[in-house]
């Protein structure tokens, strides 16, 4: 009897231990699949690349296919905005959700200029990586330091050859993991040598006469090319913007290489993918600036669970937005206090989201030579800017000085850049007011007009809440008004 119960005993232990084991490999298998059901998500960033030059954003003249087809696929929102017309300002808020002034990003991070992220930012990559997901890059990076900006994989191949960077990213594509593929392309930024010999040589934007490996060369004919308002109709500015067309239909040729290698691993249908740039075109008037043409980007996505197709959205996003978006698309839980910025996951689907009406810019050094704070707010149609170092002469970029399309007008002493005085784009006031409804090529300064006084004050407000609430150490230079007396501000 007692060997029978000793057995019986043996038997349950056996039973109970097997039990054990299937339900823990269950319980791996459900992770497993798990993991594997989140969305791939792409982030695809071009280097200063603006509205002006795509097909499904109104360019009739330049070639984008694949990125219109992206857009015929998704949705494209028509009020997207940069925080700082900078790359490595810009980027820092793109991975961290969070304002380059609070973060340390302050600017460029390579060279001298040596601007680097605070330690304890948490950033987008780092989260994904602790999720599950397979982090990977490729191309242009410019952030730091590399602890704060983490990914399991860097790819190597050159940042000009779109279709050479995409062929690289097929091992990241074919992973039985869900992955997170930051794709950032040089082009169309400026090429060397930034300053050319003559001096009215356009610059190439990485075009070459021998063009690239895998690369259809597109060209354009100056003649042809559309020139935005801002800048002088003349041949300078005609043969860069040709130059810039040229790059940017490179872009187009490696995205569409991207979504073929997503075809072929069977992935397009649980793939989210962003097209975005980093700041606008690298012309005077553009990059560097808060003017719209710096800071109005193009964004582009495809989201396969989205049921709508080919639709525009004209919420006003911001690339502090995008890592908690993406957070959520990724199922990844956060505490909406980490970021400054909040998801618009939810809001993908509507063309006119409520509530979605309001964006800051924050904008401090491009080179570190270049030191002109400039703090903005967007509320519904007018823009206040106000740029806190007015004082000052307008820096220019050591590339943007050097451009042909600068230096025709400087040299020839011409009083108007495009729609402004040369006196009024080197000279700044201390605010900027513009109704952006009637006035979209911000040349109507109303912030002496009394009839807008109260807009104004309204904004101004606006902007110091934001700076108290994004500990914004510019906040500061506000020191001789009285409205923030019993704010707890230490001025």
Same mark, same amino acid.
């Given at each position: 009897?007692?060997?029978?119960?000793?057995?019986?005993?043996?038997?349950?232990? *056996?039973?109970?231990?097997?039990?054990?084991?299937?339900?823990?490999?269950?319980?791996?298998?459900?992770? +497993?699949?798990?993991?594997?059901?989140?969305?791939?998500?792409?982030?695809?960033?071009?280097?200063?690349?603006?509205?002006?030059?795509?097909?499904?954003?109104?360019?009739?003249?330049?070639?984008?296919?694949?990125?219109?087809?992206?857009?015929?696929?998704?949705?494209?929102?028509?009020?997207?905005?940069?925080?700082?017309?900078?790359?490595?300002?810009?980027?820092?808020?793109?991975?961290?959700? +969070?304002?380059?002034?609070?973060?340390?990003?302050?600017?460029? *991070?390579?060279?001298?200029?040596?601007?680097?992220?605070?330690?304890? *930012?948490?950033?987008?990559?780092?989260?994904?990586?602790?999720?599950?997901?397979?982090?990977?890059?490729?191309?242009?990076?410019?952030?730091?330091?590399?602890?704060?900006?983490?990914?399991?994989?860097?790819?190597?191949?050159?940042?000009?050859?779109? *279709?050479?960077?995409?062929?690289?990213?097929?091992?990241?594509?074919?992973?039985?993991?869900?992955?997170?593929?930051?794709?950032?392309?040089?082009?169309?930024?400026?090429?060397?040598?930034?300053?050319?010999?003559?001096?009215?040589?356009?610059?190439?934007?990485?075009?070459?006469?021998?063009?690239?490996?895998?690369?259809?060369?597109?060209?354009?004919?100056?003649?042809?090319?559309?020139?935005?308002?801002?800048?002088?109709?003349?041949?300078?500015?005609?043969?860069?913007?040709?130059?810039?067309?040229?790059?940017?239909?490179?872009?187009?040729?490696?995205?569409?290489?991207?979504?073929?290698?997503?075809?072929?691993?069977?992935?397009?249908?649980?793939?989210?993918?962003?097209?975005?740039?980093?700041?606008?075109?690298?012309?005077?008037?553009?990059?560097?600036?808060?003017?719209?043409?710096?800071?109005?980007?193009?964004?582009?996505?495809?989201?396969?669970? +989205?049921?709508?197709?080919?639709?525009?959205?004209?919420?006003?996003?911001?690339?502090?937005?995008?890592?908690?978006?993406?957070?959520?698309?990724?199922?990844?839980?956060?505490?909406?206090?980490?970021?400054?910025?909040?998801?618009?996951?939810?809001?993908?689907?509507?063309?006119?989201?409520?509530?979605?009406?309001?964006?800051?810019?924050?904008?401090?050094?491009?080179?570190?030579?270049?030191?002109?704070?400039?703090?903005?707010?967007?509320?519904?149609?007018?823009?206040?800017?106000?740029?806190?170092?007015?004082?000052?002469?307008?820096?220019?970029?050591?590339?943007?000085?050097?451009?042909?399309?600068?230096?025709?007008?400087?040299?020839?002493?011409?009083?108007?850049?495009?729609?402004?005085?040369?006196?009024?784009?080197?000279?700044?006031?201390?605010?900027?007011?513009?109704?952006?409804?009637?006035?979209?090529?911000?040349?109507?300064?109303?912030?002496?007009?009394?009839?807008?006084?109260?807009?104004?004050?309204?904004?101004?407000?606006?902007? +110091?809440?934001?700076?108290?609430?994004?500990?914004?150490?510019?906040?500061?230079?506000?020191?001789?008004?009285?409205?923030?007396?019993?704010?707890?501000?230490?001025?």
């Amino acid at each position: 009897m007692t060997i029978k119960l000793e057995a019986l005993k043996f038997s349950i232990l *056996v039973t109970l231990a097997f039990l054990i084991v299937s339900c823990s490999n269950d319980k791996k298998t459900e992770i +497993k699949t798990a993991e594997s059901d989140k969305a791939n998500i792409i982030l695809f960033v071009a280097d200063d690349h603006g509205t002006d030059a795509l097909g499904c954003y109104g360019n009739p003249i330049i070639k984008t296919p694949n990125l219109d087809k992206l857009a015929s696929e998704g949705v494209r929102f028509t009020n997207a905005y940069c925080t700082s017309a900078s790359c490595a300002a810009s980027r820092s808020v793109i991975l961290s959700g +969070k304002y380059g002034h609070a973060t340390g990003s302050y600017g460029h *991070v390579h060279d001298y200029h040596h601007f680097s992220t605070f330690d304890n *930012v948490k950033t987008l990559s780092n989260r994904l990586t602790e999720a599950g997901y397979l982090t990977a890059r490729i191309g242009k990076y410019h952030v730091a330091p590399e602890k704060v900006y983490l990914f399991d994989e860097v790819l190597e191949a050159d940042p000009r050859n779109t *279709v050479e960077m995409a062929d690289k990213c097929k091992d990241v594509i074919n992973s039985e993991k869900p992955f997170f593929l930051y794709f950032c392309t040089d082009d169309p930024h400026r090429g060397h040598p930034f300053k050319p010999e003559p001096w009215d040589t356009p610059n190439t934007f990485g075009n070459k006469k021998e063009g690239y490996t895998g690369v259809n060369q597109v060209t354009y004919n100056p003649e042809d090319v559309l020139v935005p308002e801002f800048l002088p109709d003349n041949k300078q500015s005609r043969e860069e913007i040709a130059q810039y067309y040229q790059s940017i239909s490179r872009i187009d040729q490696g995205f569409g290489k991207l979504m073929g290698h997503l075809k072929e691993a069977g992935k397009l249908e649980n793939t989210i993918v962003f097209y975005i740039s980093d700041n606008g075109m690298a012309f005077p008037g553009a990059k560097t600036t808060v003017y719209e043409p710096g800071i109005k980007l193009p964004c582009i996505i495809k989201d396969p669970t +989205k049921s709508k197709k080919g639709t525009t959205n004209t919420a006003r996003i911001s690339w502090v937005d995008l890592t908690p978006t993406i957070l959520d698309m990724a199922e990844v839980d956060y505490d909406k206090k980490d970021f400054h910025g909040k998801s618009f996951e939810n809001i993908i689907d509507n063309q006119e989201a409520e509530g979605w009406n309001q964006i800051y810019a924050s904008h401090t050094f491009h080179e570190i030579t270049m030191y002109y704070p400039m703090r903005v707010v967007i509320d519904e149609n007018y823009k206040l800017i106000w740029n806190i170092a007015y004082r000052l002469d307008y820096p220019f970029a050591s590339d943007l000085w050097a451009a042909s399309t600068w230096q025709a007008i400087y040299r020839n002493e011409e009083e108007y850049f495009g729609n402004r005085t040369v006196q009024d784009y080197m000279f700044r006031p201390e605010f900027e007011l513009f109704d952006l409804s009637k006035d979209p090529n911000e040349s109507n300064n109303l912030a002496k007009n009394e009839d807008f006084t109260e807009v104004l004050e309204s904004l101004k407000s606006k902007m +110091k809440a934001f700076q108290l609430k994004t500990k914004d150490p510019w906040l500061i230079m506000w020191d001789h008004d009285s409205s923030l007396q019993g704010t707890g501000v230490n001025l």
